[in-house]
């Protein structure tokens, strides 16, 4: 049984590794901090351990550290999502100002 | 049993939107639509595993989720752009932290029973996870300046680290046998967080791309073990997407700089600095009206910002200049080294941020056949991405890295604070060539000074 199940995760994880390759080089080295921010954000998906950690009530012990790891993976989660979008907003194309000038000389 | 097909039904379209989600990385258009699907796919995950049957009480992961959401959102809300690498740090630390204290409380609860599988995947959680934190708050305090950015090492610091290691590594194949030795476990999260201490203290503030990248990719690689652990797929894939995402990022930031891997971990960059002969010459020191009038008459400015802008503050104000200068029918462009300021990619958010479309932002590769035609480039706070001595000196420490070449520029602008060698102590032939001018003093007030000069010019 436990032989099937290492067999089935190396699957899911060389597999995510070479679609995470693919996926990765394609980001320009415009994005790369929003890229940084943003995988950190996702990899707070270790989350979803921390949850039946802090929920299962195992023991007073682990109860605390899974309380402890659900904050801190929130953390990761909300501030980096929160932060990626602050950081996507501010990437445009062409300043305001040039494309209302471009407006104008159009319909001058 | 059916909240079992739910949940892994959940964690399907979760990962499906992790990876949409990244993909809408590849243009700034589709980035924000991405991060969307991403981030609703990490809801979607959460709440399929609130339905996991182990889970009795809901009081304390409410009270997790609350603290936390507040905590991140107040953080990511008040952080500065400025100081975006150090946020990255402390977040990095806080996964990692995430990860390993699962990976006790797991190791906890089956003790000597666990399996040999399930004790190697935790040992590789608790092991990333703990390197990763010390390694990340490492970064973090060089980054705050809590402690000094400059390498720190003593003799015999890569023997010791390697005997640490291999140490480490052979309480972790005992583990593997015995693994109810409860004692071994924690003295081996010891000391593997005691070798990420030691492997960031000696990196000095100008290799930090690569240890940010390097803290990514470990920080992901320790969540995907936790998902071998606890057998749960969209832990192994969220985490190997992140744990290859800090890898490509690291060999690019390395490629970037001309350095393997083992040269950035174990060089101790910097600390060479004192063999380098002094350079003969003088340093010519100009005026900003001098600058201004410079700029003003300009065709092509091209503008390189570095690490020295961030601390300045000052993109707010080279966006104003360099609008100034537009007006005026100049052309300027941004050359963006990647591994200028102290992440990938830092400076071109902080440009972004003071409103510079990303269209006029330019890689190295694109930027460089042009400096020819280039009037005047104006440095602002970078130092060794501009060093001629990278590709004319094979003596160089920093030889081969490829650099952004400014010194075929007809004038050549140094925003700098003083005359020092700046963060990684190595001497810049460019401060001293003829076409050169240095403009000496914080880069913000030396730039609201040339945008009031060339207004007036």
Redesign the interface.
Known sequence: M??D??IS?LY??VL??F???Q?????????????????????????????????????T???I????????????????????????????????S?SKDKKEEKNS | MESKYFIEVAYII?STL??F???G?????S??NG?NL??MG?LV??V???L?H?????V??I???L???L???V???K?S?NA?PQ??AI??A??A???T??G???Y??GGAEL?S??MTALGFEVLFGSITIAGSLIAFAKLQELIRGTPLTFKGQNIFNIALFTFTIGIFISLIFSPGNEIMFYVMIGLAFLFGLLLVLPIGAADMPVV??LM?SY??L???A???A?????????????????F??SI?MCKAMNRSMTNVLFGAFGGAAEEQQAIEGVQREVTVDDVAVQLAYARQVVIVPGYGLATAQAQHTVRELAETLEHRGVIVKYA?H?VAGR????M??LL??A?V???S?Y?LEQINPEMGATDVSVVIGANDVVNPDARDNPKSPIAGMPIIEVDKSKQVIVLKRGKGRGFSGIENPLFFKPNTGMLYGDAKASLSKLVQAVQQA
Do not use: C
């Open positions: 436990s032989v199940i290492l995760s899911v994880f995510a590794a679609l995470g390759y996926i990765i080089s394609r980001v320009p080295p415009l994005l790369h901090t929003p890229l940084m921010a943003a995988t950190n954000a996702i990899s707070g998906i270790s989350l979803v351990g921390s949850l039946v950690t802090a929920g299962a009530e195992h023991s012990l682990s109860t550290l899974g309380v402890i790891a659900v904050i801190a993976a929130t953390i990761n989660v909300v501030g980096g999502f929160t932060i990626t979008e602050r950081m996507l907003k501010m990437f445009q194309d062409k300043l305001p040039d | 979760a992790f990876i989600g990244l993909k990385l590849s243009h700034p258009k980035a924000r991060m991403a981030a990490m995950a959460v399929g595993t609130l996991h182990e889970i009795v009480s809901y304390w992961i009270v997790g989720l603290v936390g959401s905590i991140g959102s953080m990511a809300l952080v752009m975006l946020r990255q977040s990095l806080f996964g932290l995430a990860a204290l699962v006790v409380a797991e906890m609860r399996g599988f399930k940010m990248s990514n920080a992901g320790a969540s995907a936790t998902g071998f606890l057998k749960n797929n969209v832990l192994i894939i969220a985490g190997t997407l992140d744990g290859f995402s800090g490509i990022l690019l963006i990647p992440m990938p990619g830092h071109n958010v972004a941020e409103n479309p990303y269209s932002l890689e």
